[in-house]
């Protein structure tokens, strides 16, 4: 028997639902019906939905292998039904060795990419910082500054000690 979350896999590529659940177009309203009421199979909560009905839904999804040259769809879908459904990290291991953990792991390995990304970012903006560094530019110019008027100065002591010229 094939399992109902697969059902609502083909389903929505069959009949080309949207998933983004923040399209402003139609808000990927068929897709979250026909996922409630699948989620609704396992328990009578319709939003947030237990931890029962998750349970389930993680025992489907680890069952699930997209067809050949689907993964990219499969992939498009299981990030909007965890938009739906916030992924809960104490149920991966239910998740077992399969594709929805797989895909999971690299969402997450994203996401810590763009925290990093944005730590840096915040850091090489945050005006502490940025005076500091100014300040660090001013003080290597300062002394770059004097290294050259001293040598300016033996050069013009040279030139006068050559000519014989008193300073
Ligand atoms: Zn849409």
């Known amino acids: 028997m094939i399992n109902p979350l697969e059902l609502l896999f083909r389903r929505t590529v069959r009949e080309r639902w949207c998933t983004g659940i923040q399209c402003t177009t139609c808000g990927s309203f068929m897709f979250r019906d026909a996922l409630a009421r699948y989620l ?29 040259g689907q993964g990219s769809k499969y992939e498009e879908i299981l990030k909007g039904l965890f938009k739906v459904v916030s992924p ?60 050259r008027m001293e040598l300016q100065r033996l050069k013009a002591l040279e030139w006068h000690k050559r000519n014989k010229v008193n300073p």
Not at 43 to 66: C, T
Not at 116 to 138: Q, S
């Open 40 to 68: 609704k199979r396992y328990g009578p909560a319709e939003w947030p939905f237990s931890n029962y009905q998750i349970k389930r839904m993680y025992r489907d999804l680890a069952e699930i292998d997209p067809p050949p």
């Open 88 to 147: 809960s990290p104490h149920l991966d291991d239910e998740l077992g060795d399969s594709w929805a953990r797989d895909v999971l792991s690299s969402m997450r390995d994203r996401y810590q990419r763009r925290l990093e990304a944005r730590r840096i970012h915040d850091l090489a903006n945050d005006p502490n910082e940025v005076a500091k560094r100014r300040a660090e530019k001013k003080a290597k110019r300062t002394e770059e500054h004097k290294k």
